[in-house]
């Protein structure tokens, strides 16, 4: 592998992980300040209404959204093996998500477990989906 190509690879990963990170937690907090009625530091308010089921299932579709984008962005900024690009980012969110779980037990008891199983889920298969969306705009036809 060249220099030129590792270097992509690593900045490709980086660019979905910062991205999920980024797009993700500015919907939530956007969303929970516009649904909660304004801004709040307080956990038990911000996940009183984070954890309405209607806004647990949004939470799903704009994760699983947002994910497909970001493993869709990695293959392209990788430019080659877009399917293995996705595959790395999914394998490396999934491993965040529950280094998370465990290191900051604290914050993760406030999301359902049930919630966490189906965020990396969908989390990884949002990814995947969007890697092999570019995957399949890349290849020429026939």
């Known amino acids: 592998m060249t220099a030129k190509r590792a270097f992509r690879s690593v900045a490709a990963i980086a660019v979905g992980i910062i991205l999920i990170s980024a797009v993700v937690e500015a919907l939530e907090l956007g969303l929970v300040t516009a649904v909660g009625g304004g801004f709040t530091r307080d956990p038990e308010a911000y996940y009183g209404v984070r954890n309405q089921p209607g806004f647990l299932a949004a939470k799903l579709v704009y994760n699983t959204l947002v994910a497909a984008g970001a493993g869709y962005l990695t293959a392209v900024i990788a430019g080659y093996e877009p399917l293995r690009h996705g595959l ?12 998370f779980i465990v290191s900051q037990p604290e914050m993760a008891q406030w999301t359902p477990g049930w919630m966490w199983v189906l965020l990396i889920v969908f989390t990884f298969a949002g990814i995947v989906f969007g890697a092999r969306q570019r995957a399949r705009a890349a290849t020429p036809p026939g």
């Not at 790395?88 to 280094?99: E, N, P, R, S």
């Open 88 to 99: 790395a980012l999914a394998v490396i969110q999934t491993a965040a998500i529950g280094f």
